[in-house]
C-alpha cells in the first residue's frame, strides 16, 4: 500500500490544521490506519488510529478531545483534524497501514507502510 500524506504547515499555538493521508494499492477487507508524530530529540510516539471498517479510534492521552481521525472510504483517505494546538504538538506527522485489526494498534513496529511524513509547526 503506498500512502501520499498532506496538510502540514505553521500554525499559532490554538490553532487548528488538517492531515490527509491517501492510500493507494491493494486493499483489504480490514486494516488499520495510524498517525504516528517524530519530534526532534523524541522517540516516535503514537497519535491515534482508525480501524477502517468497523470506524473504533484510538487516541493518546496527550492528544485526546483536541484531535479527530476520521476516513472517507470512497477516497480511501484518512484524515487527521488537529485542533487547540500547541508548541508540543511540533513534529514531523507520519501516517501507516496495517492490513489487519491489532490490540497493539499503538506500536510502529506493527505497521507496515508509512507515508512521506509531514511537518507540522506550533510557534507560541
Known amino acids: 500500500v503506498q500512502l501520499q500524506a498532506s496538510g502540514g504547515g505553521l500554525v499559532q499555538a490554538g490553532g487548528s490544521l488538517r492531515l490527509s493521508c491517501a492510500a493507494s494499492?491493494?486493499?483489504?477487507?480490514?486494516?488499520?490506519m495510524a498517525w504516528f508524530r517524530h519530534a526532534p530529540g523524541k522517540e516516535r510516539e503514537f497519535v491515534c488510529a482508525i480501524r477502517w471498517s468497523a470506524g473504533a479510534t484510538y487516541y493518546a492521552n496527550s492528544v485526546k478531545d483536541r484531535f479527530t481521525i476520521s476516513r472517507d472510504n470512497a477516497k480511501k483517505t484518512m484524515y487527521l483534524q488537529m485542533s487547540s494546538l500547541k508548541p508540543e504538538d511540533t513534529a514531523v506527522y507520519y501516517c501507516?497501514?496495517?492490513?489487519?485489526?491489532?490490540?497493539?494498534?499503538?506500536?510502529?513496529?506493527?505497521?507496515?507502510?508509512w507515508g512521506q511524513g509531514t511537518q507540522v509547526t506550533v510557534s507560541s
Open positions: 494499492g491493494r486493499t483489504f477487507s480490514m486494516y488499520t
Open positions: 501507516a497501514f496495517q492490513p489487519y485489526y491489532s490490540g497493539t494498534y499503538y506500536l510502529a513496529s506493527g505497521y507496515d507502510d
